[in-house]
């Protein structure tokens, strides 16, 4: 192989940019096949068809950096929705207050997860897992039917139409677009976010440098567990309601789209921006199948999985180009080494 190519396939950036050229045709593809496809308001709504979504792929990435995994992000993002109905539906606290309860709710849970996965060093597989059926069950201990949200303030958030142009966004959109951009400033500029990554990058090496492993694993998991209940207030402005069901299968789908935007699953590589992109992928394969029509809404779940095994397999050839780069630079190093002698 050429090694320019070799350089450019083995580059952190690779992925990300197979992920915008991905959307980018698919985009495309409606705009060339569908009447309507290209009206603004179509590609407003995968922002707000999707804006719970984005934001708990954006807890979701914080643990694939690490190397971890947290599948509790559904179930938390119900619970939410069903406390938040529950207490506005059945006391007289303000709408701001309820939403600082349940933020207060999902953060400490997601802080819960982490100090036990971190400090008895056990699988995030398996305390997620239990914290997913925790919280699944909680939320139908609290009520088994639909409690509807009927709050005017809530409501009127919820009905509040922000112009864009000739289109509109919503209030759960603004959340999730603030919540983007302040992870990547977070992942990209800051201390913090070197120190997620080298702990992706190799665990053992990032505690002999010194680096605090066990608190940033404990806020990792923090951050996770306040962007589920922040994704629950989003996905509460949507629909409304609170259901034992909301959020079924939304972790799959977080990690899904987190993957495909160039997320490594082994930990250490990963972006914001290719996780946003990740989730309007899925977001337009949805909208494709509601203008053709005649498709069930499953076949999203059928493409996404072609795709996740398509760039997990890509995955594993960057990393073997890596690694071979890694191999030819040491030994280049060497003959420099005896050369010199």
Known sequence: MNKNLANIIASKYFSFFVTVILFVALYGIGIAMYNGFMKPQVFFNLFVDNAALLIVTVGITFCLLIGGIDLSVGAVLALVCMVLAWLLTNTGIPVFLAVLIVLIMGTVFGAVQGYIITKFDLQP????????????????????????????????????????????????????????????????FTKFGRTIYAIGGNESSA???????????????????????????????????????????????AIASSVIGGTLLTGGVGFIP??????????????????????????????????????????????????????KSSMDEANSGKSDS
């Open 125 to 188: 597989f398996i305390i997620t897992l239990a914290g997913m059926f925790f919280c699944r069950g909680l939320t139908a201990v609290i009520s088994q039917e639909t409690i509807t949200i009927t709050n005017p303030t809530f409501v009127a958030l919820a009905d509040t139409r922000i112009p864009v142009g000739s289109g509109f966004i919503s209030v759960g959109v603004v959340i999730a677009l603030l919540t983007i951009l302040v992870a990547a400033i977070v992942l990209g």
């Open 207 to 253: 505690a002999l440098m010194g680096l605090p492993v066990f608190r940033t694993k404990v806020c990792v998991y923090t951050i996770s567990g306040f962007c589920s209940s922040l994704g629950g207030i989003a996905y509460a402005l949507m629909m409304l309601t609170g259901y034992n069901l909301h959020g079924l299968g939304m972790e799959m789908d």
């Open 274 to 327: 290719g996780a946003l992109f990740g989730v309007l992928i899925q977001g337009v394969i949805l909208t494709f199948i509601n203008f053709q029509g005649t498709l069930s809404a499953w076949w999203t779940k059928i493409v996404i999985g072609g795709l996740l095994c398509v760039f997990i397999i890509m995955q594993a050839f960057i990393t073997e180009q890596k690694s071979k780069l890694t191999a």
